[in-house]
């Protein structure tokens, strides 16, 4: 089973929301990802975590803050997005940091009015 | 000049039709190579990962690298209409952070009856 399950699918929020996106995994993999794809792009990555520890942040802005509360779980938290932070988020994880193979779950769309 | 280069199409081909889907990448410390495959909307699925020169066959999936040009494909024979996505090829680098995947912008393929 190589399942990443990310919720909510669909999520619209005012530039004034706090909202949360959320990312789980039970294949035993050590190592997770936030990415997000901007329609007709491919995916950016935003933030690595290893072993819940918060291994890169591509100078994303504050705006969007990670939380990698245990193993199996990567949360992404949102306050005072712009409209122009609408997107697909996805979440992928690897065996470890060292692994290559990374696999991603479904997404999130968010639009941010 | 970008990491990785692959042409955006869209391409369209008739079913039944041998498809051949292309990247370029210009940095020799690249170390995996994977192809995805996503849907409209959907998360990308890995479809095949190789790390040496040479073909790698699943299926009607074939992934081919040549490292000496820094070129790989990705052919699917006996195209199917549910093989309509956007195929992404990604290589990875391994940094002091962990695997960071560097993705091309994507090629569109619609398979028409």
């Known amino acids: 089973d190589t399942e990443v399950t990310q919720t909510p699918k669909h999520l619209v929020m005012g530039m004034t929301n706090k909202k949360s996106l959320k990312c789980e995994q039970h294949?035993?993999?050590?190592?997770m990802y936030w990415y997000k794809q901007k329609a007709k792009k491919p995916p950016e990555l935003m933030f690595v975590y290893s072993y819940e520890k918060l291994s890169i942040n591509e100078s994303v802005p504050s705006r969007f803050s990670p939380e990698c509360p245990n193993s199996s779980l990567l949360n992404l938290h949102l306050h005072a997005l712009q409209p122009e932070d609408s997107a697909l988020y996805l979440c992928a994880s690897s065996q470890d940091l060292s692994s290559p193979i990374q696999y991603f779950g479904a997404g999130t769309r968010l639009s941010v009015l | 000049q970008k990491e990785v280069e692959q042409d955006p199409g869209p391409l369209s081909v008739p079913e039944g039709a041998i498809v051949s889907l292309n990247c370029t990448y210009s940095?020799?410390?690249?170390?995996?190579f994977m192809w995805y495959r996503q849907y409209s909307r959907k998360g990308p699925e890995l479809l095949m990962y190789?790390?040496?020169?040479g073909n790698k066959e699943d299926g009607r999936f074939t992934a081919q690298v040549d490292k000496s040009s820094k070129y790989i494909s990705l052919f699917i024979r006996d195209s199917q209409p549910s093989d309509s996505a956007t195929y992404l090829c990604a290589i990875n680098i391994l940094t002091g952070g962990g695997n960071k995947l560097t993705f091309g912008t994507g090629t569109q393929l619609k398979v028409e009856l």
């Open positions: 190789t790390y040496s020169s």
């Open positions: 940095n020799s410390a690249f170390q995996y």
């Open positions: 294949m035993g993999h050590r190592a």
